[in-house]
């Protein structure tokens, strides 16, 4: 499963989720908006204080550029274990 920590009004939130359901790749939206101890459990666990942190199962891949750059090499069905459409 794919967990997208992130808010409702980050457009690179946004694009991430867009391109996972493009991929018809399932995932996990958790809205870290207005949450400061969810944002400060962010911090302490990537040392990023933006927005979205991406997770596939237990690996964290980053952000949205960087899910992006797994996608384009051709890395993000392999991670996802699903059937990536292109």
């Known amino acids: 499963?794919?967990?997208v920590h992130g808010t409702r009004w980050c457009?690179?939130?946004?694009?991430?989720?867009?391109?996972l359901e493009r991929?018809?790749?399932?995932?996990?939206?958790?809205?870290?908006?207005?949450?400061?101890?969810?944002r400060a459990?962010?911090?302490?666990?990537?040392g990023r204080t933006t927005v979205p942190q991406i997770w596939i199962g237990?690996?964290?891949i980053g952000g949205c550029t960087d899910l992006e750059a797994l996608d384009d090499r051709g890395e993000l069905d392999h991670l996802t274990g699903e059937q990536v459409s292109r």
């Open 23 to 38: 991929r018809g790749i399932p995932y996990q939206f958790i809205d870290v908006g207005g949450d400061r101890e969810a």
């Open 11 to 19: 457009i690179w939130c946004t694009r991430a989720i867009r391109l």
């Open 41 to 46: 459990a962010l911090r302490a666990k990537t």
């Open 58 to 60: 237990e690996r964290w």
């Open 1 to 3: 499963m794919v967990y």
